[in-house]
């Protein structure tokens, strides 16, 4: 049996860098958003032994280094199933992207895998072993606008974003996220300042631009008093990306990364002049995202982009509810 099932991306909106824990990862905080943007997955359990890993993508590893290869491996043993395990990746997402496209394919295994073997993990189970295998893994369990603290496996839902039009640029360069957070704690002196509890961020209090972000997104959604004005006129997800923007919300990245790969830094700026309501590197790099008031503003930026010679496309994010809904790929 073969079960297909999309694989979709993630933004951050917005990611604050901590100090480095005892465990030598760093604290994170930070705002993940799906979007419609997918691979494919395809699981098939058949007789025999092993896994076997297939992809087109060169860049993508077909060993044991690959983040479904190791799903498969924990969901199998958890089962105590037998069979020979292949897991066919349809990569449309890119690699080292900042999208969390191998995160998010090895979701999507472990989905398709409970459908293959017709059983199900209980859900603290899931969330277990997603943490295992990778930091940023159990945002895909849960969709939509999800709050990610620790290394950013702790997840936690918030009310979500309204579908907003978008246009996402995936420039032909790779960026390593260990090496950004080296190059990050070269910067501020991070790998010396090693934190003694696996809770504790630099001194956050009252300035914390994440935790504003989180407080900004519940106000909003759940209709309860905010800080911000509606825009006069404007669209109510519209009024709420202006006071996104209000709290200062930034990707810490973006002062390595763009050092490095100054394109990236010209790629957000034609965003902005591209009519983006609110642009940032994603994760680590490369992709750059901006938000939109419209589809059609989207689709224009898009083509604009294009003309000048850089990969973009115009989609939306995802609510936790159409994350949901769309998973499967029917058909297969």
Not at 134 to 151: I, K, M, N, Y
Not at 162 to 183: I, K, L, N, R, Y
Not at 288 to 315: D, M, N, W
Request: net charge positive; proline share 4%; with cysteine.
């Amino acid at each position: 049996m073969t079960v297909a099932v999309r694989s979709f991306a993630k933004i951050n909106l917005g990611l604050y860098i901590g100090r480095v824990r005892a465990d030598g990862f760093h604290n994170l905080r930070t705002v993940y958003q799906t979007i419609a943007l997918h691979d494919v997955i395809r699981v098939t359990v058949g007789s025999g032994r092993g896994i076997e890993i297939l992809c087109d993508d060169p860049r993508v590893p077909l060993d044991s280094s690959n983040t479904c290869y190791r799903m498969v491996e924990r969901v199998m043993d958890e089962f105590r199933a037998k069979g020979k395990v292949t897991v066919a990746i349809e990569k449309r997402l890119p690699v080292q992207g900042g999208l969390g496209a191998a995160s998010s394919n090895a979701v999507a295994t472990m989905v398709a895998l409970e459908r293959a073997l017709k059983q199900s993990l209980a859900g603290a189970t899931r969330l277990r072993i997603a943490a295992e295998v990778g930091s940023d893994l159990p945002l895909f369990l849960v969709g939509g606008t999800v709050l990610g603290v620790g290394r950013g496996e702790e997840v936690y839902p918030l009310p979500d974003l309204a579908a907003t039009p978008m246009v996402v640029v995936t420039p032909e360069v790779g960026v390593s996220t260990p090496q950004a957070f080296a190059e990050w704690d070269a910067l501020t002196g991070g790998s010396a300042r090693r934190s003694t509890s696996n809770h504790e961020l630099t001194q956050l209090g009252a300035s914390d631009r994440l935790l504003e972000v989180g407080r900004v997104l519940s106000s909003w959604l759940s209709d309860s008093p905010n800080t911000g004005a509606p825009a006069k006129g404007g669209s109510r997800a519209g009024s709420l990306l202006l006071d996104l923007v209000r709290t200062g919300i930034e990707n810490d990245f973006e002062k390595v990364v763009f050092p490095q790969h100054p394109e990236l830094r010209d790629i957000k700026r034609a965003l902005e002049r591209a009519g983006s309501r609110y642009a940032s590197l994603s994760g680590s790099g490369s992709t750059l995202y901006g938000l939109f008031r419209s589809r059609a503003e989207a689709v224009k930026a898009a083509g604009r982009l294009r003309k000048q010679g850089v990969k973009a496309v115009a989609t939306s994010t995802l609510t936790r509810q159409e994350y949901r809904q769309k998973f499967l790929v029917s058909g297969c």
